[in-house]
């Protein structure tokens, strides 16, 4: 069940509410742009802190899988092209993390065969 009544998504190890900005692409790769905000309230600071960092700690060309509760068809493996979160706190009332990642589609788990060293 995801929290807060959103669909949950997964970007590797970081879970994100589904309230965000989708745009997709497609031609010869197919990538994916999400853009959102998690925020203390309804999460805690402690979480929004965490997955602020988790963002920001992706590297360019990382390879990462990407899950998602409502839109399964989008599940699958991702590149990392770009991401970023900016942080803001306001008085210890609110604090948010605006983030941005932007993705390209590898394929879906019976399209793609990953090694692990």
Not at 63 to 75: A, G, Q, S, V
Not at 76 to 105: F, I, P, Q
Request: hydrophobic share 30%.
């Amino acid at each position: 069940m995801a929290a807060y009544n959103w669909g949950d998504v997964q970007l590797g190890r970081i879970p994100l509410r589904e309230t965000f900005i989708v745009s997709e692409s497609g031609g010869e790769t197919r990538s994916l742009d999400l853009e959102g905000q998690e925020s203390y309230p309804p999460l805690t600071r402690a979480q929004v802190i965490a997955r602020h960092d988790g963002i920001n700690a992706l590297q360019v060309g990382q390879c990462i899988p990407l899950t998602f509760t409502d839109k399964p068809e989008r599940n699958g493996y991702y590149t990392v092209k770009s991401a970023g979160a900016t942080y803001s706190e306001h008085l210890n009332e609110r604090v948010t993390s605006d983030w941005k990642v932007s993705l390209e589609r590898v394929g879906s788990d019976s399209e793609t065969d990953l090694q692990s060293r």
